[in-house]
């Protein structure tokens, strides 16, 4: 039997392949509390656990930050100045990398198996749409492209094209397999919608605040409890 680490326990996390890595000191009991990943590893049967080390050099030291400081207060901080700009000079379209940002944060907890990060993700993005007025096009092919069927990231996805996108928008989604299959979720969505009676309402900016949240499907508690 393993004693249970008090909250002054804490384990270095080496962060990314580049020199020098970047390391962060991070306390044990929230680690396990919203990582199954962490929590096998630094389980003491594990030279890990032992050493309380643990190395993810394929991790962008940016993203896992985003991570480390939600562990703390629940809160996803995504933004940086000069986010917002155009890919070209003289294009008149403007990219968003705080959008990456958050697909990779999306990844990074999946692949650390933490529910409630990925969640506070996915409400980051919703948020950004409310606030931005923008509904996130040509996000898809990141998202299908790294998330299983099943992920409640890609519902998040098909209803910014079913209550968002315009007509020219859907004629760029035709390129790739990703589209594909994304087109086909939007159909979907676009035959229940019509079906739906009473008139189905934009659910992004609804009510359900865990619409999009994997804890649902998998029977845990929403984050917003546990902070």
Known sequence: MTDAPSELQTANI?????????????????????????????????????????????????????FNNFLKEGIIYSSKEGDVCFAKPGDTTQTDKELGRLVASWNLGDRLMSTSFKDGVVDALRSKTIVDGDYLQQMH?????????????????VDFAVWGWNTST????????????????????????????????????GKDKCRYHEHVREGKPCYTTMF
């Open 170 to 205: 859907y004629r760029q989604a035709e390129r790739s397999e990703e589209d594909v299959d994304f087109l086909f979720d939007v159909a979907l969505a676009f035959k229940e919608r019509a079906e739906s009676k009473p008139p189905a309402k934009n659910p992004i900016t």
């Open 14 to 66: 080496i962060v990314g392949s580049g020199e020098p890595r970047q390391l962060f000191n991070v306390r044990i009991d929230l680690l396990i509390k919203h990582s199954e990943y962490f929590k096998k590893a630094l389980n003491k049967d594990w030279q890990e656990g032992q050493t309380r080390q643990v190395k993810l050099d394929d991790v962008d030291p940016d993203i896992f930050k985003i």
């Open 141 to 157: 092919p990141s998202v299908y492209s790294s998330s299983s069927p099943s992920s409640r990231i890609r519902l998040l996805v």
